[in-house]
């Protein structure tokens, strides 16, 4: 095995969700990631707590037949919430041998599954859980990289000093957690501001995202104002959606379109109220993630961009007097910030064409 893996695996268990001996332990992992999944086990093994192996995540043959095969209609699996319910630890791992094998099932479908599994994704949010990248074939071929690149890409970002780039991260940390509004300009097509008042911003140095790499927050629902065009593309539902854009007034998502798959975007808006707002501002600040991948997982890290999701606010990301928005869905879409674009706190530029004040190279 490659020792690259035993390593992921033990930043997994000692840095991510601190392992504890007697822990029962969820390991959610597609087939492709078994060497992952086998050195979880060894070092669960040695630490004394107690796996279970399953194989939820999206993308796999099982799942797109069963949604084919449904009428739409969906009740929670109450024996899959008991699952969650009896773990201390939900360890996630994506990877694929197909990454456009859900991409003929109905959105509708797919927005009403996830609406029956809203509890159990809520349950499974309030233990120690990280989400992770195994790097298979497939998923190196939609990177357009050789399997080995793809590789060392994905080790060179997840095995790395956390708590450097958590000090790095803190001096963001420190100017957005005080902070009234921020504004986000990017070209003649973006540009928004949003209140961020009273909600703390958290400091994602590899926990609940391997890799971590970003600062976060939750906008108040209400305050969102403008215009946003996410001119990198994502995957969603097995489908690629691209050049998305989104009008905000009072919070609300009031227009959309997208240039490719609009009606995959129009199914996450529709899914509930709080998918119309947003529930996410995040700041990607991890320089060893130096090119696009179309990875949520990774390209939201980027040192040079921005990304808003739609749907649900974490929960550590609001302020007690703050109202949270909640939704079934949490769909996150970036904005380059590269070239003629700054981020603008409390009315001060914190950012220019990606480059950070406090570090080299930021001009006023």
Request: proline share 4%; charged share 30%.
């Amino acid at each position: 095995m490659d020792p690259r893996i035993r390593e992921h695996a033990e930043i997994i268990a000692n840095h991510s969700v601190d392992l504890e001996e007697g822990d029962n332990v969820i390991i959610d992992a597609h087939p492709v990631a078994e060497d992952l999944v086998v050195a979880l086990h060894e070092v669960i093994g040695d630490q004394g707590a107690n796996p279970v192996t399953t194989s939820q995540r999206t993308g796999k043959r099982s799942q797109r037949a069963f949604l084919r095969a449904s009428d739409g209609e969906f009740e929670t699996p109450e024996h899959e919430r008991a699952l969650v319910e009896h773990s201390d630890v939900y360890i996630a791992i994506r990877a694929s041998d197909n990454v456009t094998q859900t991409s003929d099932v109905d959105p509708e479908i797919s927005a009403a599954y996830q609406q029956a599994h809203r509890p159990i994704l809520n349950e499974r949010l309030s233990k120690r859980w990280c989400l992770t990248q195994f790097p298979a074939p497939a998923n190196a071929q939609l990177a357009e990289m050789s399997t080995e690149g793809y590789e060392n890409f994905v080790w060179d970002a997840v095995n790395k000093d956390w708590e450097a780039q958590r000090e790095h991260q803190e001096h963001m940390v420190e100017i957005m957690d005080p902070a009234d509004e921020v504004r986000i300009k990017s070209g003649d097509t973006t540009d928004v501001t949003m209140s961020v008042a009273g909600n703390p911003t958290l400091n994602d140095h590899g926990e609940h995202n391997l890799p971590g790499g970003e600062v976060f927050t939750a906008p108040q629902p209400d305050s969102v104002e403008g215009e946003v065009l996410f001119d990198m593309p994502l995957y969603h539902q097995g489908r690629e959606i691209t050049d998305v854009y989104l009008e905000f007034e009072g919070g609300e998502v009031v227009d959309h379109s997208a240039a490719k798959n609009e009606d995959v975007l129009t199914e996450v808006l529709n899914t509930d109220d709080g998918a119309r707002r947003l529930g996410e501002l995040g700041i990607g600040m991890n320089r060893d993630i130096d090119q696009f991948t179309y990875n949520m997982l990774f390209d939201e890290k980027m040192g040079d961009t921005v990304h808003m999701a739609v749907g649900r606010a974490y929960d550590d990301t609001v302020g007690e007097d703050n109202e949270q928005n909640e939704s079934a869905v949490h769909v996150d879409m970036i904005v380059d910030m590269s070239d003629d674009s700054f981020i603008e706190v409390d009315g001060e530029v914190v950012q220019r064409d990606g480059t950070f004040r406090f570090e080299d190279g930021f001009e006023e």
